[in-house]
């Protein structure tokens, strides 16, 4: 089964860029897209195909994939984006979910 | 709007069956892909399945020989089976669309979540 890795956890001060980074082998020839998940809630989609936000999606997240790694970048993050993030990508016909990542903002 | 909500027995027992049902309100599942997923407590999220035109499944290969997925377009449901449960299953299953014609890739719409727990 295809996989996708993610840094367990990232650290961010308010203000600044967050970086998250997933890989996978030729990810770069997929669409991948990022889901934000808060306690208790479920998963909400934030990057679709690579880079592209939906509706009511803060113009400052961000996407992007190349390679073997797609990384979801978020700029003058605040408190409020702290949460878990998860990558996800299809191949084959299945899905594939990163692990996760916990965006902490302190 | 569109909404998906999960609904079946929060308890199953060891090597018993696990079954739930998700009822889809204001969309027919005769169209999209209409997925589970899974988040033991504490973990990431887990692929298990998708039913797409009605009838048409694909599961996780991890799953498989364990997993059934069906659909009543009549009553707007689809259904998880999953047997032999063991404590590794207990996790919070959500159902959840994708519009593969709007979103390329991703789940676009999610149910709120049911937790099971296996355990005698």
């Known amino acids: 089964s295809y996989e996708l890795t993610q840094p367990p956890s990232v650290s961010v001060s308010p203000g600044q860029t967050a970086s998250i980074t997933c890989s996978g082998d030729?990810?770069?020839?997929?669409?991948t897209c990022w889901y934000q998940q808060k306690p208790g809630q479920s998963p909400v989609v934030v990057i679709y195909?690579?880079?592209k936000r939906p509706s009511g999606i803060p113009e400052r997240f961000s996407g992007s994939n190349s390679g073997n790694i797609a990384t979801l970048a978020i700029s003058g993050t605040q408190p409020m984006d702290e949460a878990d993030y998860y990558c996800?990508?299809?191949?084959?016909?299945?899905?594939?979910f990163g692990g996760g990542t916990k965006l902490t903002v302190l | 709007q569109v909404q998906l909500q999960e609904s079946g027995p929060g308890l199953v027992k060891p090597s018993e069956t696990l079954s739930l049902t998700c009822t889809v309100s204001?969309?027919?599942?005769?169209?999209?892909?209409w997925s589970w997923m899974r988040q033991p407590p504490g973990k990431g999220l887990e692929w298990i399945g998708y039913?797409?035109?009605?009838?048409?499944?694909k599961y996780n290969p991890s799953l498989k020989s364990r997993l059934s997925i069906s659909g009543d377009t009549s009553k707007h449901q689809f259904s998880l089976k999953l047997s032999s449960v063991t404590a590794a299953d207990t996790a919070v299953y959500y159902c959840?669309?994708?519009?593969?014609?709007?979103?390329?890739?991703?789940?676009?719409?999610w149910g709120q979540g049911t937790m099971v727990t296996v355990s005698s």
């Open positions: 195909e690579n880079n």
């Open positions: 039913i797409y035109y009605s009838e048409r499944t």
């Open positions: 996800q990508a299809w191949d084959s016909s299945t899905v594939a």
């Open positions: 204001g969309d027919s599942i005769s169209g999209y892909y």
């Open positions: 030729k990810l770069g020839d997929k669409y």
């Open positions: 959840a669309r994708a519009n593969l014609a709007l979103f390329k890739d991703a789940f676009d719409i």
